[in-house]
């Protein structure tokens, strides 16, 4: 079996480049199938069973859902725990939560509308735009979050900045001398904010800059460009890796048909078995005609388990 991560993303996707610079520190090399910026995806929706988000990894017969899943996959293949998030205590969780929480919506919400539209203009032309801002429109629609707008969007990322700078004062990196998950956390909503709004980081963040410049540096590791029919010839070609043990008590879904969503937004339900539950994962198989049995992988946390 093939240990190569693929990654299903597209360039300007903030949690795929979370995701590309792990890959990049750790001088990984890895396989890009790149997706349409909105659904249908059908370079990866057959194989996810419609998870509707972005970034989604596989190697062979296993799929893997939200980037905490993906980093976990790239600690293990990187033999680098500090970037695996289960990992994560004290300050680089709080890093962590916060900068995907509200900072998250913040780094979009706080760029002004006109600025956002010339960004989107450039970035996917006018047809792209459109359809762009309608999926996005709705996807904020059915969300079960609310994404902070103007000046309250203003301020969280002033104080995000503000965060930053100092904890940046007296060390290289958010949480000691080298990068952990932490940082590639923070710093992908930065780098949404960066692109959004066509401007750097404001100099009077010095340290911030520094950091910015640093976590860049070494690029994105080895990328592979793949048609979508090689990913899935991956898949067909695989049998799913033999499924993590749980410790403590069973949990009793496991062997019933279930259903599982994020909770916040992008809510679309994946269908299947429930074939494991770890502390921190599930793990659902699918019966697929093209691909045979396929194992999807999401976390347990800001995901929804339910019995079909
Ligand atoms: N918690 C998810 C969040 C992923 C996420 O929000 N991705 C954005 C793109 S960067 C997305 O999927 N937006 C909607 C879409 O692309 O359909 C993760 O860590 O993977």
């Known amino acids: 079996m093939s ?5 299903h993303h597209y360039d300007a996707s903030p949690y795929a480049e979370k995701i590309r610079l792990m890959l990049g520190w750790k ?13 249908p995806r059908p370079n990866v929706d057959p194989l996810s069973g419609g998870y509707r988000r972005i970034p989604i990894g596989q ?11 993906i980093a976990q996959e790239v600690a293990r293949l990187a033999d680098a725990p500090e970037l695996d998030p289960e990992r994560a205590t004290g300050d680089a969780s709080a890093i962590l939560e916060h900068a995907e929480g509200d900072v998250f919506f913040a780094a979009i919400g706080s760029v002004a509308p006109l600025t956002l539209l010339g960004t989107l203009l450039r970035t996917v032309g006018p047809f792209g735009m459109v359809q762009f801002a309608l999926d996005r429109a709705r996807m904020v629609q059915g969300a079960n979050v609310k994404p902070p707008q103007g ?4 301020s969280i990322m002033k104080a995000y900045l503000e965060d930053l700078e100092g904890r940046l004062a007296d060390r290289d990196f958010l949480t000691g001398d080298a990068p952990t998950i932490a940082d590639f956390a923070a710093f992908h909503p930065l780098w949404l904010h960066v692109a959004s709004r066509r401007q750097p980081l404001d ?4 340290n911030l800059v520094r950091w910015y410049a640093r976590m860049q540096a070494p690029g994105h590791g080895t990328r592979e460009e793949l048609d979508a029919e090689r990913a899935f010839e991956a898949a067909r070609a695989a049998k799913p890796r033999p499924l993590p043990v749980a410790t403590g008590d069973a949990d009793p879904r496991v ?3 279930v259903s599982i969503a994020p909770t916040d937004y992008g809510t679309v339900p994946v269908a299947g078995t429930l074939v494991a539950a770890t502390a921190s994962r ?3 198989a699918r019966e697929t005609d093209r691909f045979g049995t396929l194992h999807v992988h999401f976390p347990q946390r800001g995901f929804a388990l339910t019995e079909a």
Do not use: K, M
């Open 3 to 7: 240990e190569t991560l693929i990654l």
């Open 27 to 39: 001088g990984l090399h890895w396989q890009s199938v790149l997706s349409p910026p909105q659904p």
């Open 59 to 69: 190697i062979g017969a296993d799929v893997f859902c939200d980037t905490f899943v």
């Open 151 to 154: 000046g309250a969007a203003r």
């Open 203 to 206: 100099a009077r963040y010095a």
């Open 255 to 257: 062997g019933r048909r």
């Open 282 to 284: 599930y793990v659902v």
